[in-house]
């Protein structure tokens, strides 16, 4: 069955500073595709960046970017530069590429930026 | 483009009462996903329409819910005979599927429900 795992409940990062959130996945499935989105207080989800299982790139859009580490079934996110903007959730998504299509999430990780 | 609309944003109501919520996906969106999410968890699925068929339901959805999607336009989601273990974030995504896996979900504000 696939799972997402994210391990850090809550995050702290200084301001123009980078940070990691981690993600782990399990799927069975060759083909599938990571998700990572932000949800603010105000609680809409955000999309953020995509990786695909067969992408030989990692994934970046604008501050963020995606460690895809295949092998060990990881897709962390980094965000460069953070801003106080950026305290939210973080939620990284599975979706695979058989059967439904639905979106499987992690449990989160409550980023704080400070100034 | 006026995003994933839905309502009420609130809904207070009392045990053993019946609640409908509603979602207008993105316009030319055939995917329509429903999700709970409750304090400090992510999303959990519910179900999932592609046009109007209801494709998958997941176990966590019980007989006292339904969800419709009639003309694959917008959705509802009823829970009858509400109880306190429903109080929970009900959001609605919807996706345009071009047949990947790339396809990204486009949430809306959802609809925070408290049983009473």
């Known amino acids: 069955a696939q799972k997402i795992t994210q391990t850090q409940p809550g995050m702290f990062v200084q301001e123009k500073e980078a940070v990691t959130l981690d993600c782990t996945y399990d799927?069975?499935?060759?083909?599938?595709?990571l998700f990572w989105y932000k949800q603010p207080s105000s609680g809409e989800m955000i999309f953020l960046i995509y990786?695909?299982?067969?992408?030989?790139q990692n994934a970046t859009e604008g501050r963020y970017s995606l460690n895809f580490q295949k092998a060990r079934k990881s897709a962390n996110l980094v965000i460069s530069a953070s801003q106080l903007g950026d305290s939210a959730m973080y939620f990284c998504?599975?979706?695979?590429?058989?059967?439904?299509?639905?979106?499987?999430f992690g449990t989160g990780t409550r980023l704080k930026v400070l100034a | 483009d006026t995003g994933v609309s839905q309502d009420p944003r609130h809904k207070i109501t009392k045990r053993g009462q019946n609640v409908t919520f509603r979602c207008d996906p993105i316009?030319?969106?055939?995917?329509l996903y429903w999700y709970r999410q409750t304090l400090g968890q992510g999303p959990e699925f519910l179900t999932y329409?592609?046009?109007?068929?209801?494709?998958?339901k997941s176990r966590l959805l019980s007989d006292r819910f339904s969800a419709e999607r009639p003309k694959g336009s917008f959705s509802t989601l009823e829970i009858q005979r509400t109880e306190q273990g429903d109080s929970a974030m009900y959001l609605c995504?919807?996706?345009?599927?071009?047949?990947?896996?790339?396809?990204?979900?486009?949430f809306g504000q959802g609809t925070r429900l408290t049983v009473v």
């Open positions: 995504a919807s996706s345009r599927d071009r047949g990947h896996i790339d396809t990204e979900a486009f």
């Open positions: 799927t069975s499935d060759p083909s599938y595709g």
């Open positions: 990786q695909g299982s067969y992408d030989q």
């Open positions: 998504a599975m979706r695979e590429g058989s059967g439904t299509y639905k979106y499987i």
């Open positions: 329409f592609q046009n109007e068929a209801q494709l998958e």
């Open positions: 316009s030319e969106h055939n995917r």
